[in-house]
């Protein structure tokens, strides 16, 4: 049998974890906020306003993708407390900081060095994939580790 969140740490309590939640997605969503700014900020020359939309369309599914992971990771702790430890730490590493640095890496090429319609296109359509990608897994871990009475 697999160390479950619930047993991996008792003695934590329910609304300091709701504080964690609620200050989380309030530091991804002024963090994004400012990188956002900072990056459409650019000094002249200015690309071409064909590329922005995309460019855009791109760092905003960044930012929501970094948003509902950060969602999903306090959804985790504080109404699946019979998740194995082994499942979220997982999660954390791979699904919450890998792919963020990764679809962010793709995000900041597009805004910088590669200035290509294409590129841009194509790395919205992956960070399309990835994020349908978490809603699975969202999805998936809700309904294995649903604990049926809550406290």
């Known amino acids: 049998m697999e160390l479950t969140i619930e047993e991996a740490y008792p003695f934590r309590d329910r609304r300091k974890l709701w504080v964690v939640a609620v200050g989380l ?3 991804v969503a ?8 900072a990056a459409f900020r650019r000094p002249p020359p200015y690309p071409p306003v ?3 939309p995309w460019q855009l369309a791109l760092f905003i599914l960044w930012a929501v993708y970094v948003g509902l992971a950060a969602v999903i990771h306090c959804y985790i702790h ?11 730490k997982s999660f954390r590493h791979i699904g919450f900081y890998f792919n963020m640095v990764l679809l962010g ?18 790395c919205t359509c992956i960070n399309a994939v990835f994020l349908a990608g978490l809603l699975v897994f969202w999805r998936w871990i809700a309904r294995k580790y649903r604990q049926v009475d809550l406290p």
Request: net charge neutral; aromatic share 10%; glycine share 6%.
């Open 105 to 122: 890496v793709l995000a900041i090429l597009s805004l910088t060095v590669i200035n290509h319609v294409g590129y841009a296109i194509a």
């Open 50 to 52: 064909r590329h922005l």
């Open 30 to 37: 002024f963090g994004c906020s400012a990188l956002g700014v």
């Open 78 to 88: 504080i109404f699946l407390p019979l998740t194995p430890v082994t499942v979220e």
């Open 25 to 27: 997605l309030l530091f």
